[in-house]
C-alpha cells in the first residue's frame, strides 16, 4: 500500500508481528538531523531527576508515612508536597518488591498532580513512566498498555503534530506496540495495527516537515537502510524500490 506524503509516494509499512514486513528499530541518537535536537527536550528525564532524589534523600518507610501523615494534616490531602513523599514511598516499596503498595503511591501522586496542575499537565509523563516499569515486572499488560496511551495522549495535547518533540516518544510508543502483539493488552490485533500505522504516519511527518521536504532523511527516522553512510547489507530503503 502506498501513501502521498509531500510530493511523493511512500510505501506505508505496518508492523507488528516478527514474521511480517517492518521498520527497522533505529537508535535516535544515530540519526544525524537537527529534528532531534528538540526530541531531548521533553520532560522524561524527570523519572531519573525523581530516582537520583529518592537516592539522595532515601528514608525509611515509616518516615515517609510520618511525612504524608503531617502534610496531610497541614495542608490538607491534595498539598503539592505529597508528591515527592508518595514518590519515594512507591520507589522505596517497588525496591523491596511490593508493587501494589508502589502503584498506590504513584497513583495518589498521578492524582494529586492532576487536581493540583490540570488534566493535561506534562508533569504526569514521569509518574506514568513509572507506573509502566512497575506493573510490567508484574506482567500486567493491559494497565501498561493503558498507561502508554495515557502518555501519547499527553503529549498530543501538549505539543502539535509536527512538534519534533514528540520523536523520541513517538519511537518508543510504536516499539511498545511491536511487542505488544502477543501480550494480553485489551486490545485486537487490528486496533494494534492501526495504532502502529498512524505512530509511523506521525513520526514521518514530523520529520518531513523539519527537514524541509527530504524524504531519505526523514525515512531513516524509522528505516536504518535509509540513513547516511549505512552498510548495504542492511537492507533496502523503500525510496530505492521503484
Known amino acids: ?18 514474521l511480517s514486513a517492518k ?8 540519526i544525524k538531523s537537527v529534528c532531534l535536537n528538540a526530541a531531548d527536550e521533553n520532560i522524561d528525564h524527570l523519572q531519573g531527576a525523581y530516582e537520583d532524589w529518592f537516592t539522595e534523600t532515601r528514608r525509611p518507610s515509616e518516615e515517609y508515612l510520618q511525612r504524608i501523615k503531617k502534610i496531610e494534616s497541614d495542608q490538607g490531602v491534595f498539598a503539592y508536597a505529597l508528591i515527592l513523599e ?9 525496591e523491596r518488591g511490593s508493587h501494589e503498595g508502589s502503584a498506590q503511591a504513584f497513583q495518589r501522586a498521578l492524582h494529586i498532580i492532576r487536581v493540583n496542575e490540570g488534566l493535561y499537565s506534562s508533569k504526569q509523563l514521569p509518574l506514568i513512566d513509572l507506573l509502566i516499569e512497575n506493573n510490567a515486572e508484574q506482567g500486567k499488560w493491559e494497565e501498561v498498555a ?33 511487542e505488544s502483539y502477543n501480550k494480553k493488552t485489551g486490545r485486537t490485533l487490528n ?15 514530523i520529520m518531513l516537515a523539519c527537514t524541509g521536504g527530504n524524504e531519505r532523511e526523514s525515512l531513516c527516522f524509522w528505516h536504518k537502510s535509509c540513513c547516511a553512510d549505512t552498510e548495504a547489507t542492511h537492507g533496502v530503503c523503500p525510496l530505492d524500490r521503484g
Open 1 to 18: 500500500m502506498f501513501r502521498k506524503i509531500g510530493q511523493t509516494l511512500i510505501p506505508l509499512i505496518i508492523i507488528l508481528s516478527p
Open 23 to 30: 521498520a527497522d528499530d533505529v537508535p535516535t541518537e544515530s
Open 86 to 94: 508518595l514518590i519515594g514511598l512507591g520507589l522505596l516499596n517497588q
Open 146 to 178: 493503558n498507561s502508554y496511551d495515557m502518555m501519547h495522549w499527553l503529549y498530543r495535547r501538549n505539543y502539535s503534530d509536527t512538534d519534533p518533540s514528540q520523536l523520541t516518544t513517538l519511537k518508543r510508543l510504536r516499539r511498545w506496540n511491536r
Open 191 to 205: 486496533q494494534i495495527f492501526i495504532k502502529s500505522d498512524k505512530l509511523y504516519e506521525q513520526g514521518l511527518k
